[in-house]
């Protein structure tokens, strides 16, 4: 059995790592505003010259994701990289191979429909209904409250025209204005219950994780941090890298808020994804 070590603050084991991947909601933020500790951790990371790499489930593009970073105080030329869920998409659909190859051109979107990167500058139209829709698109749901009830009428009528599911990111759960909730991996897997086709992207698919890293010279040893054992852990244990958990991230309702995490109860979680981190950490502090 893998032995999970509790740390307080990730300098007492940054110098054995030289490149860090971190997770963004969860990790740097709240789904709202960056944490106070995490920019400090940014800060001392930059300082003794390890490589940050940012990779996150969001289906927000990078530009995006690079203001919110200037907006929060923190430097994008902290990162090594910067990489989103949302900006492999947006390529993916641009090239039409695969199974994204046979999609149509016309999307019904539901939950928050306030972002449509993704497709801009793509030949994709949004329409107002799922009859004139070649398929459904998400990445995240309207509100915090939102549960699955409030989508199952919308997937049964799509389920019913065989429309499929393209969805930004495969959390089922996430941060949005300081509240855990409702994720839009979890309305893809509803939707496949019900017999639908999903197109999903996201960690903790390997091709990420290597994605990020390419054109980073020397990555040297590898750490990644995450708040979501079945994404950010499980896509390093895939890989065999170290990885780092935030307690008080999603998981915070099993795993408590303690100031030193729960070891036990750590272990207890990661046996269901049959992914164990090296190191739990209550929340990112340098």
């Known amino acids: 059995m893998k032995m999970i070590k509790p740390v307080v603050n990730l300098a007492k084991v940054a110098d054995n790592y030289d490149t860090f991947i971190l997770g963004l909601n969860g990790v740097l933020c709240d789904g709202n505003t960056i944490f106070p500790s995490a920019r400090d951790a940014i800060s001392n990371l930059q300082t003794i010259g390890k490589k940050i790499v940012l990779l996150t489930n969001s289906g927000l593009r990078i ?83 939102d549960t699955i009830d409030v989508y199952r009428p919308i997937l049964d009528q799509a389920a019913a025209l065989g429309l499929p599911l393209v969805c930004a990111g495969n959390d089922t759960s996430c941060f949005k204005n300081g509240k855990i909730c409702l994720s839009a991996g979890a309305i893809a897997e509803q939707y496949a219950v019900m017999g639908g086709r999903i197109i999903t992207l996201g960690k903790p698919e390997t091709t990420l994780f290597k994605y990020c890293l390419e054109g980073i010279d020397d990555v040297g040893n590898i750490l990644v941090i995450g708040d979501n054992v079945a994404t950010d852990i499980k896509g390093a244990t895939l890989l065999g ?27 207890e979680l990661s046996n269901g994804y049959d992914a164990s981190p090296s190191y739990v950490i209550s929340n990112l502090r340098w």
């Open 63 to 145: 530009s995006t994701i690079v203001s919110w970073l200037q907006d929060n105080g923190v430097s994008p030329q902290a990162f090594s990289c910067i990489m989103s869920a949302g900006e492999i998409l947006h390529y993916k659909m641009k090239a039409q191979n695969g199974q994204y190859s046979a999609l149509g051109t016309t999307y019904y979107h539901i939950g928050n429909t306030s972002d449509k990167g993704i497709f801009s500058g793509l030949d994709y139209e949004s329409v107002s209904t799922l009859s004139a829709a070649h398929f459904i698109y998400m990445n995240e749901v309207s509100e915090p409250t």
């Open 241 to 267: 890298w170290d990885s780092m958990l935030v307690s008080k991230g999603i998981h915070v309702n099993f795993l408590g808020e303690g100031y030193i995490p729960d070891v036990a109860k750590t272990r």
